[in-house]
């Protein structure tokens, strides 16, 4: 891998990483938890699950700002989405609080 690459990806990987624990963190405060979500054998799983008081569930994609989904993400999505549950795409930390709302009053 090239050097200029490198250094792009790391800053992509940085911005990514800090949205995560920015989501993470809102969450806590929320009184909920926000757990880094592994899926062994069933790749394109979101990164993030919310869970919130009263048995509020969501997924959360988080990706670097601008970035989009990759295709088989966005297949996991719609899977889950079919199943009653939400998805969100988080590229922007300014859609964290939002997130926890939609989380909160989310019905089937």
Same mark, same amino acid.
């Given at each position: #891998?090239?050097?200029?690459?490198? &250094? ?9 990483? =800090? %949205?995560?624990?920015?989501?993470? @963190?809102?969450? =806590? ?5 926000? *757990? ?5 054998? #069933? $790749?394109? #799983?979101?990164?993030? %699950?919310?869970?919130? *008081?009263?048995?509020? %569930?969501?997924?959360? /994609? ?6 989009? !989904?990759?295709?088989?993400?966005? &297949?996991?999505? @719609? #899977?889950?989405? =079919?199943?009653?549950? !939400?998805?969100?795409?988080?590229? $922007?930390? /300014?859609? %964290?609080?939002?997130?926890? =709302?939609?989380? /909160?009053?989310?019905?089937?």
């Amino acid at each position: #891998m090239s050097k200029s690459r490198k &250094n792009k990806s790391d800053r992509t990987d940085t911005s990514e990483k =800090k %949205i995560e624990q920015h989501l993470a @963190r809102a969450v =806590k405060e929320a009184g909920g938890i926000c *757990p880094k979500l592994v899926s062994p054998g #069933m $790749d394109g #799983m979101p990164d993030r %699950i919310v869970l919130l *008081p009263g048995c509020r %569930i969501g997924f959360v /994609e988080v990706k670097a700002p601008g970035r989009e !989904p990759r295709p088989l993400q966005t &297949n996991r999505h @719609r #899977m889950l989405r =079919k199943l009653g549950f !939400p998805v969100f795409v988080l590229d $922007d930390p /300014e859609k %964290i609080e939002w997130i926890i =709302k939609e989380v /909160e009053s989310w019905r089937t």
